[in-house]
DNA sequence: TTTTATGCAAACATTTTGCAGTCAC
DNA sequence: GTGACTGCAAAATGTTTGCATAAAA
């Protein structure tokens, strides 16, 4: 659905000559897990993405791996983790405007959304309380349209 | 630290009658559970609630009480959870005006706010997606005063 | 006396960790 | 060759469930 402003052999070589600058090391299950991201669908859990990268690549990544690679990704802040309620996490590709989520409880369908005040208003938020922002979550809980 | 406007006695009376007329039965596990969220900090865990129960009344609650119960009161829409992003969930009671949490991602120190304008604003992009809004989560990360 | 609630322990689901082997640089 | 990465299996964590008993209405 949604499209980046950059194209993933790009976006993969940058983010392969980062990592080499910072001293960690490149492989092909990061590649694929970075592809799988890009080209699916957004908020795969864990499981998904061993399921998907083996399906759309044949690659074989253990879920260990994933999570740790998630857990590296979300440090160099390329991935976002979501999570919708259902005790599992969700991942999403941290490339696109800062968006928000809304989660159907029927369906649990997620709609995504970003405004401006809101994103504003946090910002200012955050400055009175001398805090420092480095990221933000909204999640609007509530029914979508076929559902209510 | 936050004082709500209405007496624990009269909340949980009045939450008593509510329970009977809808056909279940109040036990002194739900008060006395009722009463910790009500007098202790927010934001507690369900271990914390089973070590808080025993420490301050002396009255044993098992953990898997703790979970239904605090699904019941969630279900009663007395009580909201929050995840911290530590993979536990977290309850307060929903007794005081709406408010959000910024979380010091270094020693998980979480602030309260309140900000009409964000309020207002979710309102509006909820209506917007033909979004019936039934609850919202909002949650800024970053680094507290003390820590930055 | 009937039905719901509780507590225990077992089950379950998700995530993390230790370790041996592999791969990138 | 060194150090980081991977996959497996085991462990840890958090939460749910089945069942027998207890308590509420």
Redesign the pocket.
């Known amino acids: 659905m949604k499209k980046y402003d950059i194209s993933f052999d790009t976006f993969l070589k940058n983010f ?1 000559e980062h ?2 600058k910072l ?8 590649d694929y897990i970075l592809k799988n991201l890009y080209y699916s669908e957004d908020h795969l ?3 998904d993405i061993v399921t998907y990268v083996k399906r759309e690549y044949n ?14 990704f979300e440090e160099m802040s390329i991935v976002n983790s979501l999570d919708i309620g ?4 969700r991942y999403e590709l941290n490339l696109s405007l800062h968006h928000d989520h809304m989660i159907c409880t029927a369906c649990h369908k997620i709609i995504e959304f970003a405004d401006e005040i809101i994103e504003s208003q946090q910002i200012l938020v955050a400055k009175e309380n001398n805090f420092d922002l480095k990221n933000h979550v909204m999640t609007i809980y509530g029914l979508c349209e076929n559902c209510q």
Chains 1, 2 share one sequence.
């Open positions: 392969k990592v080499s001293g960690f090391k490149n492989s092909i299950q990061k859990t864990a499981e690659i074989d990544v253990g879920i260990a791996t994933v999570y740790r690679t998630m857990k590296f259902d005790g599992t996490k």
